[in-house]
């Protein structure tokens, strides 16, 4: 079935567009019933609209918090046109139907306060909406063009599938708008009462998710944008499921690892740094004074597992590095700020099937959720909230500052590899990583078996304590010279003194940082 468009109602906040759109229902012979500066934006526009207290025969009051709520709107939303019993009532109380209703909600999001909690807004959306056997309702400006093109050709009329299409999205956004006002009343409460999430599924294409047996998609929380929303995809396939998700680990960990002149790891770092991510767990990472540099030593780390894996960047790709990167193995997606010129060229000439993008840096989260059977885990983010101001030289020697530059990066490393996590550093560079082992011994040894005597002199970091003054004597056989831990263990004292035994610097930084 199609509806005839023959009377509007207009009422929105964002007037992007609307007084055109006024002008063209118009011209297609549609009366115009509109409210408040909406109105006012269409009369002085010159095009004929009827006020809603013309209708109803009360003005805006309470400072227009009433306005549209009233029988002879409502009732014109709402009115089944099937049921001779809703004819008769409009009848009787000089009701008339509206057959499209567009309207926009208060900026709530951008702007939360009670006076942008939307009331006379989200009543009319949901009253269409759940009529739309007879009402179309647009909210966004972006549909007025495909709603004209409907109405042209299909003699002013609009069909069930579209309607159904624009009253899904319409709750959506009254769902988003909810949602925000629930989460604005719970400010500054790390784990609420309630957690509503509203996501829309984006434009991106998934061929499948993380199997090819499943489906996969990227959402987002509706009426927001991400880093990733703002993505320029130069060269390569579009991203799978797997490429978000590496992508996404890589992307926030190479902007965490920023190591600044001083030497002090962290965000807003200036020197350049490169993390390679293969299955969301570090194989490489480095710092250097140049990008080239990073580069290649975070792909000695382990060239192996770095085929196929995600190279992240904190500068612009040059031309040495695209020239290292040519030379190096195969990576399923470079990411960067950018790329200057002529490196785009170089690398898709000869490196087709990488993807090339390029990204602005990353947003911050407040919680992550991981599903389980009926429900979700909800925690933190993951960050780091113990300053190098209160971890604890425990042993009798301290880091020599050198020691200390790769004890922190080793430690910053630790905390985005998969547990049980083992970390070996050298001047800057990852020699060996030892990750999601289910003993914390074997992680150490696969650590220094990647590092293969690089370690000496450097720095080892486990995300969790040692229980046992094993893993310290591993660390030692690898040749470091600091070893960074949370501490806390019962035999701690014992611990200390095997690594006081071995010469060994011993950090506790009081925070474990388990990563599943």
């Known amino acids: 079935m199609r509806t005839k468009i023959r009377r509007a109602l207009l009422s929105v906040y964002d007037k992007t567009g609307v007084v055109e759109l006024a002008g063209e229902l118009h011209r297609r012979g549609i009366a115009l019933v509109s ?4 109105a006012a934006a269409i009369a002085d526009a010159g095009i004929p609209v009827t006020a809603v207290d013309d209708i109803t025969g009360v003005p805006p009051i309470l400072d227009h918090r009433v306005v549209t709520l009233h029988p002879k709107i409502h009732g014109g939303l ?34 939360p306060d009670i006076e942008t909690i939307d009331i006379g807004g989200p009543a009319m959306v949901r009253a269409a909406a759940k009529n739309h056997a007879w009402v179309a309702v647009v909210t966004d400006a972006a549909q007025y063009g495909p709603l004209l093109d409907e109405l042209d050709a299909n003699d002013n009329t609009v069909g069930d599938d579209t309607r159904r299409r624009l009253a899904l999205d319409a709750f959506a956004r009254t769902a988003a708008f909810d949602a925000a006002i629930v989460a604005w009343l719970q400010q500054g409460d790390p784990l609420p009462q309630h957690l509503a999430l509203v996501l829309e599924h984006t434009d991106d294409e998934l061929r499948y998710g993380e199997n090819p047996h499943q489906h996969g998609a990227r959402y987002r929380l509706a009426g927001t944008t991400s880093w990733w929303d703002g993505v320029q995809r130069h060269s390569g396939l579009a991203l799978s499921y797997l490429n978000f998700y590496d992508t996404d ?20 770092g200036e020197q350049p740094t490169v993390a390679i991510i293969k299955h969301a767990n570090p194989c490489g990472v480095a710092v250097a004074d140049d990008l080239a540099t990073a580069y290649q030593r975070a792909l000695e780390c382990d060239e192996r597992s770095a ?89 009798k020697r301290a880091p020599t500052d050198d020691e200390w530059r790769d ?34 011994v074997e992680s150490g040894e696969i650590a220094a078996k990647k590092a293969a005597g690089r370690a000496a002199g450097g720095a080892c970091a486990s ?17 470091v010279a600091v070893v960074m831990q949370p501490g806390g263990a019962l035999r701690d004292e014992s611990n200390i003194e095997r690594a006081d035994e071995l010469g060994l610097a011993m950090v506790f930084t009081g925070e474990r940082h388990f990563l599943h």
Request: net charge neutral; hydrophobic share 40%.
């Open 249 to 268: 680990a890589a992307w926030r960990m190479v902007h965490d690892l920023h190591v600044g002149n001083g030497g002090h790891v962290g965000n807003g």
């Open 463 to 479: 995300d969790a304590f040692y229980p046992f003054p094993d893993g310290i004597e591993a660390a030692a056989a690898a040749g």
């Open 407 to 440: 004890a922190e990066l080793a430690w910053r490393i630790c905390g985005h590899v998969k547990s049980n996590a083992i970390v070996l550093v050298k001047r800057g560079q990852a020699v060996g990583i030892g990750a999601g082992q289910q003993n914390r």
């Open 78 to 111: 709402l009115a089944d046109r099937s049921k001779p019993s809703h004819d008769a009532d409009m009848t009787a109380y000089g009701i008339e139907p509206f057959d499209l209703v567009v309207s926009n909600l208060y900026p709530f999001a951008r702007r």
């Open 35 to 38: 409210s408040g500066g909406t």
């Open 307 to 395: 085929f196929g894996g995600i190279v992240a960047l904190n500068r612009p790709v040059d031309a040495a590095t695209a020239q290292r990167m040519v030379a190096g193995p195969q990576a399923d997606v470079v990411i960067a700020p950018g790329y200057e010129p002529g490196t785009l060229d170089s690398l898709i000439a000869k490196r087709k099937n990488t993807r090339l993008l390029e990204a602005g840096p990353p947003e911050g989260f407040d919680r992550d959720f991981r599903q389980i059977s009926g429900g979700f885990l909800v925690q933190d983010a993951h960050h780091f909230a113990a300053e190098r101001s209160e971890w604890r030289v425990v042993t």
